[in-house]
Structures are given as structure tokens and as C-alpha cells.
């Protein structure tokens, strides 16, 4: 497996996970919004069940296949990082 230092840093407040709106999108770009959000979520004392129901819950944005999508993404990197 090919691994390489990542061009972005993990967001570790909601500011930083909204600033990254202004970086072109990339799979590291993705890769740390996820991060961030996690990390964010334990910060505050949340557990991946609240993510999950918080990224599974109807939005305008996504479509139900793609937030679960997204869910099982998150739960993934979830179970990942320490």
C-alpha cells in the first residue's frame, strides 16, 4: 500500500472544516474534512452513532444512497483513527 504525507492538515475546530471550503477539492482534501469532523465530534463528547445519525438524517444535499454512502465512510475512518 502507497501512503504519502497529506497536503492538508486534520481541521481540529468547525472553523477550520468551513475554511477547507476554499481549497480545491481532492481526495486529501476529503480525507482531512473527514478526519476533522471526527475529531471534532470527540472533542465535543459524541459517539460515532451520533455522527451516523447526524450524516443519515434528510438533507437537501445528498441523496439517501450517497449519505449512507458517506455513512459507512465515516464509520470506517471512525474505527481508524485513534
Known sequence: ???????YPIPASTQE???????PVDEELVAAAIAGVIKVVRAQGQSL????????????LLDVTQRRWLS???TQAWKSIQ
Open 49 to 60: 452513532e451520533y455522527l451516523r445519525s447526524e450524516l443519515l438524517a434528510d438533507d437537501s
Open 1 to 7: 500500500m502507497k501512503t504519502h504525507a497529506m497536503h
Open 17 to 23: 472544516i468551513a475554511a477547507l471550503r476554499q481549497k
Open 72 to 74: 459507512d465512510i465515516v
